[in-house]
């Protein structure tokens, strides 16, 4: 990984600010960070400003179909700041495997012990054999709880992946002559205050229903988020809309390592949760869509379930696979991908500074994902944290999704 042509690192300097040249104002002031509503930043754009491709030198395949070299450093160097930008290809590595070369990149600086790289377990043995663990909940079968996501929410065949590619081509194209919505892309933050407002606003919620019920459920933060903006953006869509909420699910907890040891493999799959019609979750309250979010990520995080899944992935090996939302509609199928549980905010390259030129601290993280062909799958979020407890969204949506956050306080709870 460190040698050869696979891996490629270069460096400059601009005679910049990092304010005159970032397309997100992250800078956020004390009241912001500390108030109880979320904060939206649309992008920046003109003569000045940097986009992907020039972070990485425009070395970016404007087809983006050729792996390349697996792993790519560019290091940009401001007047007052420094951008560090890391490349992988989703063949080499998951959203986990980039987080830990980035994190043992870091480790580097610092001197520390790194683990032993060895090649990845499922070379000669297949994923779904090396599953451990036991269910800890009923499982109902697939034809009753619909569980079996890979099954349900994808298309395989070279004719279908055709498709798909050239449907996303058009929107791409018919966006730019006007004729369907562009994608618009913004950041929103979600201060401390604000999602812990909602979150004891839910579980109270959720816990009078356990009175009656007996069933004990614990939302997580993400829960309460993925609802929220869930209604959000559905909030002024036709009822008749069936919704889909897609995220990545990591099952690499699943599979027995040793901590002295690491290899580089893609431990993930996309699930697509059924919610229902948009008619359905307008009736329902924040609580009730995140009790049902929370419901199906369990179930999908049980052993059976995921070996299944696994066994179905690998009985079509070798063929064309991509993710197709119910009725083949992307506008009902939110793609949510949630990068927070990557603790990227913590980390202090402060080693590789002269002395008295900065701090080292991470002050934003904007992970993105390039799709073939340049792609844009809409709406697609991902979430990352911020160094005060906040969660950053960079969300592409349609126009007609954003109208959705015209008010966005709505959920606001009163200052204590």
């Known amino acids: 990984?460190?040698?050869?042509?696979?891996?490629?690192?270069?460096?400059?300097?601009?005679?910049?600010?990092?304010?005159?040249?970032?397309?997100?104002?992250?800078?956020?002031?004390?009241?912001?960070?500390?108030?109880?509503?979320?904060?939206?930043?649309?992008?920046?754009?003109?003569?000045?400003?940097?986009?992907?491709?020039?972070?990485?030198?425009?070395?970016?395949?404007?087809?983006?179909?050729?792996?390349?070299?697996?792993?790519?450093?560019?290091?940009?160097?401001?007047?007052?700041?420094?951008?560090?930008?890391?490349?992988?290809?989703?063949?080499?590595?998951?959203?986990?495997?980039?987080?830990?070369?980035?994190?043992?990149?870091?480790?580097?600086?610092?001197?520390?012990?790194?683990?032993?790289?060895?090649?990845?377990?499922?070379?000669?043995?297949?994923?779904?054999?090396?599953?451990?663990?036991?269910?800890?909940?009923?499982?109902?079968?697939?034809?009753?709880?619909?569980?079996?996501?890979?099954?349900?929410?994808?298309?395989?065949?070279?004719?279908?992946?055709?498709?798909?590619?050239?449907?996303?081509?058009?929107?791409?194209?018919?966006?730019?002559?006007?004729?369907?919505?562009?994608?618009?892309?913004?950041?929103?933050?979600?201060?401390?205050?604000?999602?812990?407002?909602?979150?004891?606003?839910?579980?109270?919620?959720?816990?009078?229903?356990?009175?009656?019920?007996?069933?004990?459920?614990?939302?997580?933060?993400?829960?309460?988020?993925?609802?929220?903006?869930?209604?959000?953006?559905?909030?002024?869509?036709?009822?008749?809309?069936?919704l889909s909420m897609g995220y990545a699910f990591n099952f690499g907890d699943r599979i027995q390592k040793d901590p002295s040891e690491k290899y580089f493999q893609g431990h993930y799959f996309g699930l697509y949760v059924p919610l229902g019609t948009v008619g359905e979750m307008k009736t329902q309250s924040l609580a009730q869509v995140a009790l049902r979010i929370r419901k199906h990520v369990a179930m999908a995080k049980q052993p059976s379930v995921i070996k299944d899944n696994l066994e179905y992935l690998e009985s079509i090996q070798g063929q064309k696979v991509i993710p197709l939302p119910k009725d083949g509609d992307s506008e009902g199928a939110p793609l949510f991908s949630s990068w927070n549980k990557f603790s990227f905010e913590k980390l202090d390259f402060s080693p590789a500074l002269e002395a008295g030129s900065g701090t080292g601290k991470v002050l934003f993280n904007n992970s993105r994902i390039v799709l073939p062909l340049n792609i844009f799958w809409k709406p697609k979020l991902l979430f990352f944290n911020d160094s005060d407890g906040g969660i950053w969204c960079q969300s592409m949506q349609l126009p007609s999704h954003w109208k959705g956050f015209e008010d966005i306080n709505e959920y606001e709870r009163p200052t204590t």
């Not at 970016?60 to 697996?70: A, D, K, Q």
């Not at 959203?95 to 830990?100: A, I, M, P, T």
């Not at 070279?158 to 791409?172: P, S």
């Not at 604000?194 to 356990?210: G, N």
Request: charged share 25%; hydrophobic share 40%.
């Open 1 to 242: 990984m460190t040698t050869g042509s696979r891996v490629d690192f270069k460096h400059r300097t601009i005679d910049a600010k990092l304010h005159d040249a970032t397309p997100i104002d992250f800078e956020l002031a004390k009241t912001e960070r500390e108030g109880n509503k979320p904060i939206i930043r649309p992008y920046r754009t003109g003569d000045g400003v940097l986009g992907v491709t020039d972070l990485f030198f425009d070395t970016l395949s404007t087809l983006n179909l050729v792996v390349g070299s697996l792993f790519a450093i560019r290091v940009t160097l401001f007047e007052d700041a420094t951008i560090i930008a890391f490349k992988f290809s989703h063949f080499f590595v998951d959203g986990q495997g980039c987080y830990d070369i980035v994190r043992q990149y870091n480790d580097s600086l610092w001197g520390k012990e790194l683990p032993k790289g060895v090649p990845p377990p499922g070379i000669d043995k297949k994923l779904s054999e090396m599953i451990t663990g036991e269910d800890t909940t009923l499982v109902d079968p697939p034809e009753a709880g619909g569980w079996e996501y890979i099954r349900n929410w994808c298309q395989v065949g070279l004719a279908g992946f055709a498709r798909i590619i050239a449907q996303g081509i058009y929107q791409d194209y018919a966006a730019k002559f006007g004729l369907t919505e562009p994608g618009v892309e913004k950041h929103i933050y979600l201060p401390p205050r604000f999602i812990s407002a909602l979150q004891d606003s839910c579980q109270r919620e959720i816990d009078d229903l356990a009175k009656e019920t007996g069933e004990q459920v614990r939302l997580s933060k993400m829960d309460i988020v993925n609802a929220w903006w869930t209604k959000r953006i559905y909030s002024s869509f036709r009822d008749s809309l069936f």
